[in-house]
């Protein structure tokens, strides 16, 4: 019903997730980031609550794999979530509660971690990882290209209809907030488009933000 990659760029230390479903909104309900703090995804019947009971967790210094050891505490039906997680510094971990939804796999790569459920192979989960591992290029692409490269290796067992692309850096907010809530087919396609679209002007918005005295005009009413 939904595969995701967390990843993180060493160089930039930003960190990022790329999610896709068979549901509607999934970037509503699945991708939760904190910059400086750390990444977390949450799926299968997911529980929303959790995101940020991790990230709560990473922001007092907890490493991944204990904040998800702590999950079933805090969430009596932690039997039908699968959770994956990275850390400021690169750590990762997941968890894939025993009634997780068909065929469901998950791993952890460098600076990254991979984890599906419904899916078409167990291979498709490592797939995704060894692309966003052997993918050059900005955080972004690396993600967009992780997940393109695991739709190409069968993806969910099901169509996919949502998709979504969140990333943090050194600023507060979210870098780059993009979202497929629903299309009939090939909603990680419409991702990739929708990054290249934004990719050029992802600057620019940062510049806006910051110091609108270097702001660039786009030439609109009441833009100058």
Known sequence: MTFSIIGRCAETGQMGIAVSSSSIAVGARCAWLRAGVGAVSTQNITLPAIGTYVLDALDAGVLPEQALASVPAYDRYSQFRQVTSIDHL???????????????????????????NMLADVSVIDVLVQTFETTGGQLADRLIAAMQAALA????????????????????????????????????????????????????????????????????????
């Open 153 to 224: 290796a069968g993806g969910e067992a099901g169509p996919v209809h949502s998709a979504a692309l969140k990333v943090v850096g050194d600023v507060s907010w979210p870098i780059i907030d993009l979202r497929v809530d629903w299309a009939d087919q090939d909603p990680v396609g419409a991702l990739a488009r929708l990054w290249a679209d934004y990719s050029p002007q992802m600057q620019d918005y940062l510049t806006r933000a910051l110091d609108p005295t270097q702001a660039p005009s786009y030439g609109v009413p009441g833009d100058e």
């Open 90 to 116: 690169g750590n990762t971990a997941f968890f894939s509660g025993s009634q997780t939804l068909g065929i469901y796999h998950a791993t952890a790569g460098e600076q990254c971690v991979g984890a599906g």
